[in-house]
């Protein structure tokens, strides 16, 4: 008897840690006008550093739209658009994205902003590559075999490394300093910073780490290859099912326009310096 | 008429003939002893009358009507009560295990207390009634398990060889206990042993099983003291021991 | 060490300060993980009871099933709901990729096994002369599973405990179905990791807090169930 009631009083308290859960829910979204859902891919890099959590909420509250922002590598988020499992992409892999618009897997591609990208390393530069530009960087690093940390895990930021290497004519794949993490920008990071290993990243995500990895810096910046180009577009309705089209034509030219003034000042605060550049057509 | 009745039944695991009984009856009012030696089939026997357990081959019959292990009503079901030869009690207070079967057929609670202060009593366990079942002794546990048996007043009771864990003074004493019970209550009853001191004790009818068959059956003391052939050489073995 | 003192401090100032997002996320975690072991529960004793009591043919595959489901790495389960819950799947339509729904799923397959493999076990270790027994005292088949059910809580509590466990330590497949999105499909779990890949360590540690305070507090609700003092 003793114990049936505890069990019951156990269970009473599940349900009604459930109901209060969903009744918040519901009373929010309320029944009448239900916020229509949309699913954003997008790069580690844009939510690591805390841009879309500024964007997203004004957007949703413009537009009484739900955005699902799925934070993943930028190869990923574009063969989500490629499946049409998402309805707008913010990626910056200008290549791949091309081949994208000529399939017609997405439209209405627009450039956003760029950051750059930066080459981090430990602080004694075994290789010796500060100040250069990031070809001779490239080339001292594959010569002397020092550590080089790679994402390796299709993004844009590895895209990016991989054609920096294609221009050397270098392969270091299958290299013994060459380690390939398959993991997100702040974990790589943090891999080349246990390891002093030289790192291609973008600056946000690096600034927002820099903190935690004393003994490493900033050894190669500046060059015009380095440019991070950030593009928005709409995964082609006609080409796939439930695809949220005007949600996602309208998240393009948020991003082109309102977006574009808060873009040029985030990250002033935290850092002193912007994150992000404004980079429309 | 019979209570219970067996026709042609026959039990068989792994193509083994455990149980050959042609014929077998229990009257109302009897208490009648079932006798053999270890693996004699008793226990088997003793699943098969009181449905818990269905033939291979032939009928169990309740009141004259063929009955099966899994179609028994509940009301039926509730006339028999068994008590193992293993004391399985629950993991919970005496009181509660001997209250047992009367909380499964929704008695009363006031009567369900006196009851189990009735029964408590007279087994001489009331001071255990707090403590918890699975931490009793042999003889108390064996004490908690007739008391449960006997709380719900059946129309027949099964006890399959209830003293065979206890020493000697307490089987004594609990034996003394139950066969007043036994004469108060009336109630018909199979009670299986291997012991025939126990049987001599507290049975008025006698059937003999050795290797699955029922070898002899009759008036207790007539089937002790005049054997037949194939009865005489488990039994014999006893009279020469105790001079019964 | 300094790390997990500024950690520890973080958490209370989170907790004390009533950060919104940590309570909603706290909530979505306790939400998403009851529901998930809720269902599993419901489902799964009573196929583990059935398992457990019965023999039937096909008996030991579903038990190698079962045994196989309980080891089952938590992103398999997560990458074939995704699969089935894309667009272009065959659950598409029902819009469920990057819900909590979606995570309960992935849960409700993890921990399942867990609970039907545990509780059948313990059916199975019953005593055959047991069962007997509890027949034999006049049990309608209600009664009789009520009986063994008690008897059996001990293992039972166990399997809802472990199953609890599993599920929110989680974070594979939570990450791959929920997404990880802000205010909606974001758990402890997936929020220790998106904040230790932006290097807030602090903040990891403050979640990791708040996490094990939850794990802790649920298993010690469940544990002084089951091992309430027996009455000597
Ligand atoms: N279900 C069963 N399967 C196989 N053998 C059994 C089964 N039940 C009983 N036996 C065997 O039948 C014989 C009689 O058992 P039992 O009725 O328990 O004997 P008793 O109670 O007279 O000691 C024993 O040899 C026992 O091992
Ligand atoms: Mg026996």
């Given at each position: 008897m003793k114990i049936n009631r505890k069990i019951f009083a156990l269970m009473t308290l599940f349900i009604l840690i459930m109901t209060a859960c969903s009744n918040e829910n519901e009373s929010v979204e309320g029944p009448t006008n239900e916020p229509q859902d949309m699913i954003l891919a997008t790069t580690t890099s844009t939510q690591d550093s805390g841009l879309l959590d500024v964007l997203i909420p004004i957007f949703e509250e413009k537009y009484n739209i739900n955005v699902k922002t799925i934070a993943v590598g930028t190869g990923q988020a574009l063969a989500m658009g490629e499946r049409g499992e998402a309805d707008a992409l913010l990626t910056h892999a200008p290549t791949a994205e091309e081949k994208l618009v000529a399939s017609e897997d997405v439209i209405n591609r627009k450039r956003v902003m760029y950051n750059d990208f930066i080459i981090v390393g430990p602080e004694r530069d075994p290789a010796e590559i500060q100040g250069m530009d990031v070809a001779a960087a490239f080339q001292q690093i594959f010569e002397t075999g020092a550590i080089f940390v790679s994402r390796g895990d299709d993004s844009g930021t590895h895209k990016m490394e991989w054609s920096l290497w294609e221009k050397a004519s270098l392969d270091p794949s299958g290299e013994e300093w060459y380690l390939e993490t398959g993991q997100g920008m702040g974990s790589t990071l943090q891999l080349s910073g246990e390891r002093e290993g030289y790192v291609l990243t973008d600056r946000a995500t690096y600034l927002s780490h820099a903190g935690n990895m004393e003994h490493m810096e900033i050894l190669v910046e500046g060059d015009d290859e380095l440019l991070n180009i950030y593009h928005v577009m709409q995964v082609n309705d006609r080409k796939y099912e439930r695809i949220n089209r005007e949600a996602a034509n309208l998240f393009v030219e948020f991003m082109v326009e309102e977006a574009q003034e808060i873009i040029k000042e985030f990250g002033m605060e935290e850092y002193g310096q912007p994150l992000f550049f404004q980079y429309t057509e | 008429m019979n209570i219970l009745q067996m026709e042609q039944v026959k039990f068989v695991a792994n193509k083994e003939v455990l149980l050959d009984i042609p014929y077998f009856s229990l009257g109302k009012g009897d208490i009648l002893g079932l006798i053999g030696p270890n693996g004699a089939g008793k226990t088997t026997f003793l699943k098969l009358l009181s449905f818990l357990q269905a033939p291979t081959e032939g009928d169990v019959l309740y009141k004259g009507e063929v009955k099966h292990a899994d179609t028994l009503s509940i009301e039926e079901r509730r006339q028999l009560a068994v008590a193992m030869q293993q004391s399985l009690l629950f993991d919970m207070n005496v009181s509660n295990n001997v209250a047992i079967g009367l909380k499964l057929r929704k008695e009363n609670r006031k009567v369900m207390k006196e009851k189990v202060d009735y029964w408590l009593e007279k087994f001489h366990i009331s001071h255990l009634a707090k403590k918890n079942g699975v931490s009793l002794s042999g003889g108390e546990a064996q004490r908690v398990n007739l008391a449960r048996a006997l709380i719900l007043e059946p129309e027949v009771l099964f006890l399959d060889e209830p003293f065979a864990a206890l020493d000697f003074p307490t089987k004594i004493q609990l034996m003394e206990d139950l066969k007043d019970i036994l004469k108060d209550t009336n109630i018909t009853t199979l009670f299986v042993s291997h012991d025939l001191i126990e049987i001599n004790n507290i049975t008025k009818k006698l059937a003999v099983i050795i290797e699955g068959q029922l070898k002899q059956m009759g008036n207790t003391k007539d089937v002790i003291h005049h054997p037949n052939e194939q009865a005489a050489p488990f039994l014999g073995k006893w009279k020469e021991l105790y001079t019964i | 060490m300094g790390l997990i003192y500024e950690g520890f401090l973080k958490a209370i100032e989170m907790l004390l300060s009533g950060d919104r997002e940590i309570y909603e996320i706290t909530l979505t975690t306790l939400r998403v993980c009851l529901s998930a072991i809720l269902v599993s529960t419901i489902i799964g004793i009573p196929l583990g009871v059935l398992i457990g009591l019965h023999s039937f043919p096909g008996k030991k595959i579903i038990l190698i099933f079962v045994n196989i489901g309980m080891g089952l790495p938590p992103v398999v389960a997560g990458l074939y709901i995704t699969m089935l819950l894309w667009r272009s799947g065959p659950l598409g339509h029902l819009g469920l990729l990057y819900t909590t729904h979606a995570i309960i799923m992935a849960q409700i397959v993890v921990s399942l096994p867990i609970i039907i493999g545990l509780t059948s076990a313990a059916f199975q270790q019953i005593d055959s002369k047991m069962l007997m027994q509890i027949k034999a005292l006049g049990?309608?088949?209600?009664?009789?599973?009520?009986?063994?059910?008690?008897?059996?809580?001990?293992?039972?509590?166990?399997?809802?405990?472990?199953?609890?466990?599993?599920?929110?330590?989680?974070?594979?497949?939570?990450?791959?179905?929920?997404?990880?999105?802000?205010?909606?499909?974001?758990?402890?779990?997936?929020?220790?990791?998106?904040?230790?890949?932006?290097?807030?360590?602090?903040?990891?540690?403050?979640?990791?807090?708040?996490l094990m305070t939850l794990a802790f507090i649920i298993t010690f609700l469940l544990t002084s169930l089951q091992q309430r003092k027996r009455r000597v």
């Open positions: - | - | 049990a309608t088949k209600l009664q009789r599973l009520v009986i063994l059910l008690k008897e059996t809580k001990l293992a039972i509590l166990a399997a809802i405990i472990a199953g609890l466990g599993r599920v929110l330590a989680e974070v594979g497949a939570a990450m791959m179905v929920g997404g990880n999105i802000r205010g909606d499909t974001r758990i402890l779990t997936t929020s220790m990791v998106m904040e230790v890949s932006k290097g807030n360590f602090d903040v990891a540690i403050a979640l990791s807090f708040i």
